[in-house]
């Protein structure tokens, strides 16, 4: 019987020492690397003894073998160091010191193990007489890089019991909430640092001169095409890119990839119209880039527009009818269309006019819209404001001096438009 008792006792004594081996914090969906690379779970000794974990496993599976001290914390890492695999990813590389071997320096116990973790998975942690078990998922959190860490080292695995880090790669080493309550008035700093901005590296735009910069020459009564192209680079990936617009006249165009210079630079265009009556100035091409998380780079580049002068009289004729002596004739419209794409004043001249054997001097017609000039055989500048794309009316009428001999009389106006 006291033999018995003894035994007892000695059984009851290894179940606690077992027992005080915990799983601390859990990383299942590393985005530092890739899963083979960076998922690792942690151990905590909860106990005052040391423990050897020679005889441990993790899902069956054996671990290095290590002694854990009294409140010390172990890493099982998939990939420890970095192996022969294609990358040069590892635990080491992105939780340690990354000079390729794991040692002191590295600040805290770290092993090799077999892992295989998923978004809702069961952990099992087995010594030769207990079992430590967490079953979890991702509505937990954990995902994108973050772990689950266990809040009370001492509590249960109950899903309460457990947080998604505030780390972004987690607390590997030592426990973040442990942390917390030995240091009251310690502030966690958490940060994201997001993708560099996306780069304009270079605008091709449509340039109809040898001159510095960009100028566009119209086109006479037809719509001119212009061709934008820009380079982008955004060092994350061109499939960052969201969204590569241009605003010229208020009107936006959406910019099409054409080809992928390298995983990082992409060639993009759109065509835009200006028309002929488009007034001839500066105009600006606000360049706009979005990426999918909301960011932005603008980037502003102005062309010329060139003048074109055109302008165009609607009749051919200008005929009074007939007239005597001392009279003067009704007011004949002639209609003036400006098809070019400045604001046009008008020069006007005219010949005297001719019959068989009399003649009519060109001062007796007058022009004008209400306030009325003489025509001269000089040309005369006239402020006449007819803006493109739109005609006025330039009114004519003829003075009969009374001494005017009958006659049919012919003669000709010339009616030039010149920018203002």
Not at 184 to 196: A, E, M, Y
């Amino acid at each position: 019987m006291r033999l018995l008792k003894y035994i007892l006792i000695f059984v009851l004594v290894l179940r606690l020492v077992s027992a005080d081996i915990v799983l601390s914090e859990v990383m299942y969906n590393p985005t530092q690397a890739s899963d083979t690379d960076a998922e690792w779970i942690e151990l905590y000794n909860t106990g005052p003894n040391q423990v050897d974990l020679t005889d441990y496993q993790i899902d069956g599976s054996d671990f290095d073998d290590v002694v854990l001290g009294p409140n010390q914390f172990l890493v099982v890492a998939r990939e420890l160091i970095d192996t022969t695999d294609e990358d040069l990813d590892s635990f080491e590389t992105i939780w340690g010191n990354n000079d390729g071997v794991w040692d002191e320096n590295d600040n805290f116990l770290a092993v090799d193990g077999i892992l295989s973790l998923t978004d809702a998975d069961t952990i099992i942690v087995t010594s030769p007489t207990t079992s430590e078990i967490l079953t979890y998922n991702s509505t937990q959190g954990g995902l994108n890089g973050y772990t689950l860490e266990k809040i009370d080292l001492l509590g249960i695995n109950d899903p309460a019991n457990w947080i998604q880090s505030a780390n972004l790669g987690g607390t590997p080493g030592y426990s973040e909430s442990q942390q917390l309550e030995q240091h009251p008035n310690t502030l966690d700093v958490v940060v994201q640092v997001k993708n560099p901005l996306p780069v304009v590296e270079n605008i091709d735009l449509t340039d109809d001169d040898p001159n510095p910069g960009y100028q566009i020459q119209p086109n006479y009564k037809q719509v001119k095409q212009v061709s934008f192209e820009t380079t982008i680079t955004d060092l994350g990936s061109t499939s960052n890119i969201k969204d590569v617009l241009i605003t010229v006249k208020n009107t936006t165009h959406q910019l099409v990839k054409q080809t992928d210079l390298d995983n990082y630079s992409a060639v993009y265009t759109t065509i835009f119209d200006m028309q002929p009556t488009d007034l001839a100035k500066i105009y600006t091409i606000e360049l706009t880039v979005t990426t999918l998380d909301g960011s932005t780079t603008t980037l502003n580049v102005d062309f010329e527009y060139l003048g074109l002068m055109s302008m165009t009289l609607q009749e051919s004729t200008l005929d009074f009818g007939i007239l005597n002596p001392g009279t003067t004739s009704n007011q004949t419209q002639v209609t003036v269309l400006n098809e070019g794409n400045v604001v046009l004043d008008l020069e006007i001249s005219g010949d005297d006019l001719h019959g068989v054997t009399n003649t009519l001097l060109a001062s007796n017609i007058e022009y004008g819209e209400i306030l009325f000039q003489q025509l001269s055989n000089l040309p005369s500048i006239f402020d006449f404001n007819v803006d493109p794309g739109l005609n006025k009316f330039l009114n004519f009428r003829l003075q009969i001096p009374q001494d005017t001999q009958p006659d049919m009389y012919t003669g000709a106006i010339t009616v030039v438009g010149v920018a203002q």
